[in-house]
């Protein structure tokens, strides 16, 4: 079972927000005590995601948690957006894809980065993406 600890949700509306919420990443990777490599990855892959939500959707909001299972610590990164949704995320998830001018390795990217990795999208209401980088995984 999982227990949120704390958790902090920011707006990002536009680039100028991307910086403070790595920075707030980074905040809560470090009060947790994970390693640098691990905090490298996580900071790595939320600002794919931040930066896709801000290209695709025009902005969201992020939920930042700590969260605890069998004693271990992370942080769960989720990104919520309004904007048009992804057709079709097995195609997005896939190496070298790009529905933008990108090299098209942003999703399957930031989910190699991380320990889990959901993404739901309905074409039309938005796409949420949820992350977590364990403590020591």
Avoid: C, H
Wanted: net charge positive.
């Amino acid at each position: 079972m999982r227990i949120v600890l704390t958790k902090d949700t920011m707006k990002i509306e536009k680039e100028q927000d991307v910086v403070p919420f790595r920075n707030r990443v980074k905040e809560y990777a470090v009060k947790i005590g994970m390693s640098l490599v691990n905090q490298t990855k996580l900071i790595t892959a939320a600002s794919e995601l931040v930066r896709n939500m801000l290209k695709y959707a025009g902005g969201g909001n992020v939920n930042i948690e700590i969260v605890s299972q069998d004693r271990n610590n992370g942080i769960r990164l989720t990104f919520v957006d309004r904007g048009p949704g992804i057709k079709d995320i097995m195609l997005a998830m896939k190496d070298g894809y790009s529905s933008g001018k990108s090299l098209g390795v942003g999703l399957p990217g930031a989910k190699r980065l991380v320990n889990e990795f959901d993404i739901k999208s309905t074409v039309g209401e938005g796409t949420t993406v949820s992350i977590i980088k364990w403590k020591n995984g």
